[in-house]
């Protein structure tokens, strides 16, 4: 019996299936709650190769939901320890640890020759980005969030309609991890099914999971879902773009408070969400608007409001933490 013999056998999967999950590259974003389950998953079916990209350290406050690592890892790179861990799971798979953010700068660099994209990130930015991205290049993404008890997973872009499509608007609050908390199980029930879609996905088997979400809320104990193949996209969609393509002449807005970061352009203006509107400063005509906060939710709600007053083109820039480690608060 070899490695993949019990899974090659499932009716509909097959020695073709398993050929296809063995030539495949998958491009991971998050090494996090949702990474974890995902990446053994995926190296323990025997996907080709995984691109794995990820910012952050591994850090004891995190350990009750990111299994992959262990107290020796704290400190490490995310994608460098998740990497060493996944390799010893199966050889077979091949890990490229990335250490860094994904941006509108390096998207397609990342993606390219993916199969598939798995959002694990737990940034709403990313997600956006990444939707964006796939959107545009006709490939699949399996999108993930879990907060507190409960979540979701989805395919999105690749011939479905793209996050956008199903969530054009943010909620009044977004909600954290950090903020509100989140259980392990949950983590891991919802990073298996983003796991199963992708290899759904990566493998060709049917039915896909494309244009479909699944959920889990442990609060009651319900699972369900709901299918969005008609889903029309947006017509007007305000785009993140990366810092450094912040124009000379764009009308640069930074919605950050002043501890949090320097001016993200030297001609940027420091205004409040609420400053912007109909009594508040506009563009000029023909101008871009680039308005920039730390998550892209500052800026994703001023450009809503600016939206409503002004019809000239509105971008986003989510400039991540720029304060400096002693000025951290």
């Avoid at 799971?89 to 993606?111: C, E, M, S």
């Avoid at 709403?124 to 979701?152: K, M, N, T, W």
């Avoid at 996209?233 to 993140?240: C, G, M, T, V, Y």
């Avoid at 990366?242 to 320097?262: K, M, N, S, W, Y």
Wanted: net charge negative; with cysteine; hydrophobic share 45%.
């Amino acid at each position: 019996m070899t490695r993949y013999a019990r899974q090659v056998a499932v009716p509909g999967v097959g020695p073709a299936a398993q050929a296809r999950l063995r030539g495949a590259t998958l491009l991971v974003v998050g090494a996090g709650g949702l990474g974890a389950p995902v990446l053994q998953y995926l190296v323990g079916a025997g996907v080709g190769a995984i691109r794995l990209v990820d910012p952050d350290r591994v850090d004891r406050g995190n350990l009750h939901r990111q299994t992959l690592f262990r107290e020796t890892d704290l400190g490490q790179p995310k994608a460098v320890a998740a990497a060493e861990t996944l390799r010893a799971l199966n050889p077979d798979t091949r890990i490229d640890p990335v250490i860094g953010a994904l941006d509108p700068g390096n998207v397609a660099q990342l993606a390219e020759g993916a199969a598939a994209v798995l959002d694990c990130a737990d940034s709403f930015a990313v997600s956006y980005i990444l939707s964006d991205h796939c959107l545009d290049a006709q490939l699949p993404l399996i999108h993930a969030s879990v907060v507190g008890r409960e979540g979701y997973a989805g395919g999105f872009c690749g011939g479905a309609p793209s996050l956008r499509a199903v969530f054009p608007d943010l909620p009044d609050r977004l909600g954290s991890c950090a903020e509100d908390g989140v259980l392990g199980p949950v983590v891991g029930v919802i990073g298996a099914l983003q796991a199963q879609m992708a290899l759904a996905v990566a493998a060709g088997l049917e039915p896909s999971p494309l244009g479909r979400v699944a959920s889990f809320d442990a609060a009651t104990w319900r699972m369900g879902g709901f299918g969005f193949s008609g889903a029309p996209e947006p017509e007007h969609a305000h785009r993140f773009i990366a810092a450094d393509r912040i124009g000379a002449d764009d009308f640069v807005v930074d919605l950050r408070r002043p501890d949090e970061g320097p001016l993200a352009h030297p001609a940027a203006r420091r205004l409040t969400v609420e400053a912007i509107g109909a009594e508040g400063p506009r563009p000029k005509p023909g101008q871009r608007a680039v308005l920039c906060c730390r998550s892209g939710q500052r800026s994703w709600n001023a450009a809503r409001r600016l939206a409503a007053v002004w019809d000239g083109d509105i971008t986003l820039v989510a400039l991540g933490d720029t304060r400096l480690e002693g000025d951290l608060r």
